[in-house]
């Protein structure tokens, strides 16, 4: 049974928002702030999660976004990224063009459900706030891993928003990234029926 592990950048106020200035957003840009050295270890981080990742999983935005710019990328991680199946749940979305994609055009949560029975290891959602809560809402995250950026935006859209019950969490890992992040993994905790306690 596949794992989905939600893969997310944020800063230390819970925003994702807008991390590179594409969006328009008026505090955007926030990930570009990040010293060399803290880039040069979260590329590293990043690196060994894909290394260790079954398949991707997208909202069709970010699924966008990352199609626009790996496909013409070199290296280790860009083939990496290339060569691993993707998902995107869109009702949108035809004819995806990045290798190894697949729309998942259904119900959200039949889609990503059936895709957790099919696939064995780690499905990583990256950005894809809107997917993210929804997953979150009914049950199907497994795992968070977040980078915490030092800043505070102080507006803009959250990881969490508003939830229709509690998320209980434990934390499995915490380390620092470089001088200036920190990279925190925590499990969802379930009850003996398999729901978030």
Sequence with gaps: MG?????????LDGVVQDPTGEEGFGRGGWFDRMADKDRLEWTKVEFDEALGTKALLLGRRSYEWFAARWPARSGAWAERLNALPKYVVSSTLVDPEWNNSTVLDGEVVAEV????QELDG????????RLVRTLLEHGLADELRLIVHPVVLGAGERLFGETGAELPLRLLDTRTVGDGLAALTY?????????AA
């Design 113 to 116: 459900s059936k895709l957790k």
């Design 187 to 195: 499990g969802i905790v379930r009850d003996a029926q398999g729901n």
């Design 3 to 11: 794992k989905i592990v939600i893969s997310e950048n944020v800063s």
């Design 122 to 129: 780690d499905i990583v959602v990256y950005a894809s706030r």
